[in-house]
């Protein structure tokens, strides 16, 4: 199976808004339905943090620093994910990596920079 592929990072000033989208290529639809869509996100000098996910008919999950802010979808038809990401501030500065986990692990895309600068 074919890595994630994440697009939509960029430069934007604090305040502003960002939208993410992950795609699987050439994902099956089984497959596709039976993966926790996840993004997670690295800044400098930091860990690998986990920002949201989402699995298949159920609500998406949020970590406690982005909710309220950031919004998850997944659209099946599609076989997307999107990251919504509204009031920007700095400390959101970070590469953000899509996750695909399913039965037989675990696949991470390249990564897209997103940066939030004064």
């Known amino acids: 199976q074919a890595p994630p592929v994440e697009s939509g990072g960029g430069l934007v000033q604090p305040g502003g808004s960002l939208r993410l989208t992950c795609t699987v290529p050439?994902?099956?639809?089984?497959?596709?339905?039976?993966?926790?869509m996840g993004w997670y996100r690295q800044a400098p000098g930091k860990e690998r943090e986990l920002v949201a996910r989402i699995s298949n008919g159920k609500s998406p999950e949020y970590s406690k620093s982005v909710e309220g802010r950031f919004t998850l979808s997944r659209d099946n038809a599609r076989k997307v994910v999107h990251l919504q990401m509204n009031r920007l501030t700095p400390e959101d500065t970070a590469i953000y990596y899509c996750n695909a986990a399913g039965q037989r692990g675990a696949l991470w895309g390249q990564g897209t920079q997103v940066t939030v600068y004064s």
């Open positions: 050439r994902v099956i639809t089984s497959v596709w339905n039976s993966y926790t």
